[in-house]
Each structure stands twice: as C-alpha cells, then as structure tokens.
C-alpha cells in the first residue's frame, strides 16, 4: 500500500488529454514539493515535473503539474503512443520516522 | 551528468553484497544520492538517501536494519549494502541524484539505469 494514491491505469486516444492525480495528506503533498516521473517500458524513471508545476530542460509543454491542497494532478495533452508509460508521483513525507520519501503506487497510461 | 551502475548481478541467499553509484560530471558531495527499489512488474519504493557531504543519511522505515548506504567521496561513488541477501531482495535498484532540499520534496532529477539483482539457489 503506498502512501501516495494514484489510479491504478488510465487510457485516452491520440490527441487528447488526460489528467493522472495523486493523492496524500498534509504531512506529505500538502507541505512539501511534488515530483513526477516517466517509466518507460525496460527503461529508468525520468524526471516529468518538479517542484509541483515545473518542467525540466527538453521536457515538452504537452506535460504539466499542478498542486491543490493534499493532492497534485499530472496532465498530457496531445497525447502520442510514445507517452504509453507508467507514471508515478513522489515527494517527501514529514510525519515518517522523522521523514522519509514516498512514492504512489504508478499509473499506467494507454494510448488507445 | 551521469550515474554508472553495474547492470547484473547474481547471488545466493545468504551472501553479501555491495552495489555501487559512480557519479560523473557534477560535484558529487552536493547533492543527495538516493536508493529506488522495483520489484519485478511493481512500482517505485523510496529505500533511502545520503548526502556524500557530511554522510548524512536517512533510511525508509520499510529498509532501515536491511540495507546499508554510504558514499566514498574520493572516488565519486555511493554503495547499497546487504549483509545478507534473500531471495525476496531480488528486484531493480536505481541510484538516483537529489539536489539540496530533500527534505522539501526536491525531485530525483537523474537516474542510474538501475542494478538487476537475482538471488537464487
């Protein structure tokens, strides 16, 4: 069970858009940053978002962040087949042990 | 920036076991490096972080007492360590750099391309 709550999948058609949410609690999203990540299939996790809504060099505006109270929400538009991925949000819990970081459980996005 | 991980390696349980970053192209003491476990078809497990600047290190709960980490400054390197390894450790281990700011969800910003460790008799 992850401390972060995410979809399990989500799909959409070429071209459209689709939001992937990921849910916590004060301790967690609520005070601290939030990060997005990319996995595609075989490969390692690459850095989407940072810092709840910003985007690292060479990562294309089609991708977005953005951040309410305890959740945080990952958005694609114009999607391409090439975005078919597993998508995971991470950040840093206060509350844990003194801290530690966490992660959600991933989403797996379909390009139909 | 680049961080080179050794890509295979077998054990049998019980052996021990020591995993190794090499860092290139930035200053390594100033960033954080972390541990990211995937078991096989399951998600992103926070394991641990380390400072290489002063070794402060932070354990998640779920690995504290299992695995080890450090950092060797003079060769650019941070290591994950088993004392003992069971079959249930088998799994991709990513190194990944954090930059200042940790403990305020800075992002993993670069990654290994992970560590596939089998533990089999």
């Known amino acids: 069970q992850s401390v972060l709550t995410q979809p399990p999948s989500v799909s959409a058609a070429p071209g459209q858009k689709v939001t992937i949410s990921c849910s916590g609690i004060?301790?967690?999203?609520?005070?601290?940053?939030v990060s997005w990540y990319q996995q595609l299939p075989g490969t390692a996790p690459k850095l989407l978002i940072y810092?709840?809504?910003k985007r690292p060099s060479g990562i294309p505006d089609r991708f977005s962040g953005s951040k309410s109270g305890t959740s945080a929400t990952l958005g694609i538009t114009g999607l391409q087949t090439g975005d078919e991925a597993d998508y995971y949000c991470?950040?840093?819990?206060?509350?844990?042990?003194?801290?530690?970081?966490?992660f959600g459980g991933g989403t797996k996005l379909t390009v139909l | 920036v680049q961080l080179l991980q050794s890509r295979v390696e077998v054990k049998e349980p019980g052996e021990s076991l020591k995993i190794s970053c090499e860092a290139f192209?930035?200053?390594?003491?100033?960033?954080?490096i972390g541990w990211v476990r995937q078991m096989p078809g399951k998600g992103l497990e926070w394991m641990g972080i380390?400072?290489?600047?002063?070794?402060?290190?932070r354990y998640s709960p779920s690995f504290q007492g299992r695995v080890t980490i450090s950092a060797d400054r003079s060769i650019n390197t941070a290591f994950l360590v088993w004392g003992s390894v069971e079959a249930s450790d088998s799994a991709i281990y990513y190194c990944?750099?954090?930059?200042?700011?940790?403990?305020?969800?800075?992002?993993?910003?670069?990654w290994g391309r992970g560590t596939l460790l089998t533990v089999s008799s």
């Open positions: 991470g950040t840093w819990d206060s509350s844990l042990n003194g801290g530690q970081g966490v």
């Open positions: 192209g930035y200053k390594f003491s100033d960033y954080w």
């Open positions: 990944a750099r954090q930059p200042t700011g940790a403990t305020v969800g800075a992002p993993f910003d670069y």
């Open positions: 380390i400072y290489p600047g002063d070794s402060d290190t």
């Open positions: 810092e709840n809504n």
């Open positions: 004060s301790s967690n999203i609520g005070y601290n940053y």
